[in-house]
Structures are given as structure tokens and as C-alpha cells.
């Protein structure tokens, strides 16, 4: 398992398109995603389970990928995040 913290730094936090793109991303990946922010734990692939996650902009978040593809997913992960998802 590879984990790395980050910031989301999005303005409107990880809302549904955001978490769509991050979880569309993730999805292309074997290896299991999971997001953890404060007191939230959250399946990286469920654009559901992170839209309802709720977490602002601002936040740090730590993505953790387990798999045979780990490294290639957080790689992927963590700059789309530091990329602003897209907005």
C-alpha cells in the first residue's frame, strides 16, 4: 500500500464534478483508492461516496491505493488534486 497526503485546493471543494472526474480517473486503476479526511473514509472509485463525503476546499486529504497498479494510481490521483480536478 502508497499513501500521500494533499490539499484539495478546488474552490468548491469536492463537489459532483470534481468528484465524478476523480472517481471516473481512479476507475481506469486495479488497485483499490481510498480517500481519508478528517473523520471520513471514502471509497476513491464511488462518485457518490465522495460527493456525500462533503470535504471543502482547504482540507488535507491522504489518498492510499493498494494494488498492483498502487503506484501508478496515486501518482494519478494525487495530481489531479493538486491539478484543481479540472476547474
Known amino acids: 500500500m502508497v499513501s500521500e497526503k494533499v490539499t484539495l485546493v478546488n474552490p468548491q471543494g469536492l463537489h459532483m464534478r470534481p468528484a465524478g472526474l ?4 481512479m476507475g481506469k486503476f486495479a488497485s483499490d483508492v481510498t480517500v ?13 461516496a465522495l460527493m456525500a463525503a462533503g ?9 492510499k491505493c493498494d494494488g498492483p497498479d498502487e503506484a501508478e494510481a496515486l ?7 493538486k491539478s484543481g480536478l479540472g476547474e
Not at 473523520?39 to 462518485?47: A, F, I
Not at 501518482?75 to 488534486?81: D, F, T
Open 55 to 63: 470535504i471543502p476546499c482547504g482540507t488535507e486529504i491522504e489518498i
Open 22 to 25: 476523480f472517481a471516473s480517473t
Open 36 to 48: 481519508v479526511a478528517p473523520e471520513k473514509e471514502v471509497n476513491g472509485k464511488s462518485p457518490m
Open 75 to 81: 501518482k494519478a490521483a494525487v495530481e489531479l488534486v
